[in-house]
């Protein structure tokens, strides 16, 4: 990571109809970075991933990346059109389950005319080895894999275009507890190895503390609070942000009843 930035969000602004539903966002990602964008269900934080991503409207401000305004252009008319990849939520409908994984794979290489299929064919395998998958995976259709096991192939797939910027619009959160963690982790250990930066939207601030280097706090379309992931996930500044750290489960019955009384009496103020 560095002090350089690859995404700069200026006074992004997204309105549908008369609703409001992004207002004067700013927000940075840097290269190699994880951000964390979290908040509650209606917040915005889907919209702004589908802006960055190009497959959503602006209807004003600038998304610069790497340089260029982005923002309103879709995806195929971007310089560097496939340096900003996604990963979506649900791993059953984000795959085309009457696929083979190696046709998965080699598709968007091949559409981009990045490489001849043989030579898509033969990276297949590099792919599936970064996302922990046997080999052989490549010849078994995406419908035969576990929930984790196909966020891995959809994760292969981001990679297959060797991308700056992956979008992962809450991609754990249809997965249970222990696959969970385990996909989080792969993401830092390809993140380590490949130096992609993420946006990792979702609304819960525990997956977000783990994977995240700064956080980002979204409520009502507005980033509330915006900071270093220890700052804003151990000593939040604004009450939105202390409701939602309150508001998350713990094992200790007497911690959980204590954190429900901090919450109703931060929740009669708000």
Do not use: W
């Amino acid at each position: 990571m560095n002090d350089q930035i690859l995404v700069d969000c200026r006074n992004v602004n997204v309105h549908f109809g008369a609703h409001h539903v992004l207002k004067h966002v700013n927000l940075t990602i840097r290269p190699g970075e994880t951000v964390g964008l979290v908040g509650e269900s209606g917040s915005g934080k889907t919209t702004l991933g589908r802006a960055i991503l190009g497959i959503g409207p602006v209807s004003s401000g600038e998304i610069v990346f790497d340089g260029e305004n982005i923002a309103g252009v879709p995806p195929r008319a971007r310089q560097g059109q496939a340096a900003i990849q996604a990963v979506f939520q649900d791993p059953y409908s984000s795959l085309n389950p009457s696929m083979m994984i190696e046709d998965i794979l080699t598709e968007p290489i091949v559409a981009r005319g990045l490489a001849s299929r043989a030579d898509a064919s033969r990276q297949v395998r590099k792919l599936l080895d970064q996302v922990a998958l046997p080999s052989d995976a490549a010849e078994r259709f995406a419908r035969e894999f576990s929930g984790g096991q196909r966020q891995r192939i959809a994760i292969a797939r981001a990679l297959a275009l060797s991308p700056r910027l992956i979008v992962c619009d809450e991609p754990v959160s249809a997965l249970d507890l222990s696959t969970q963690s385990r996909v989080m982790d792969l993401f830092i250990e390809i993140q380590d190895r490949t130096g992609v930066a993420y946006l990792f939207v979702s609304h819960d601030l525990a997956a977000v503390r783990h994977i995240s280097h700064r956080v980002a706090v979204m409520r009502f379309g507005e980033i509330v609070e915006f900071g270093e992931c220890d700052q804003v996930t151990a000593r939040p500044a604004h009450d939105y942000t202390k409701r939602l750290l309150l508001a998350a489960p713990v094992a200790d019955p007497a911690r959980q009843a204590e954190r429900r009384a901090a919450f109703r009496a931060l929740a009669m103020t708000a």
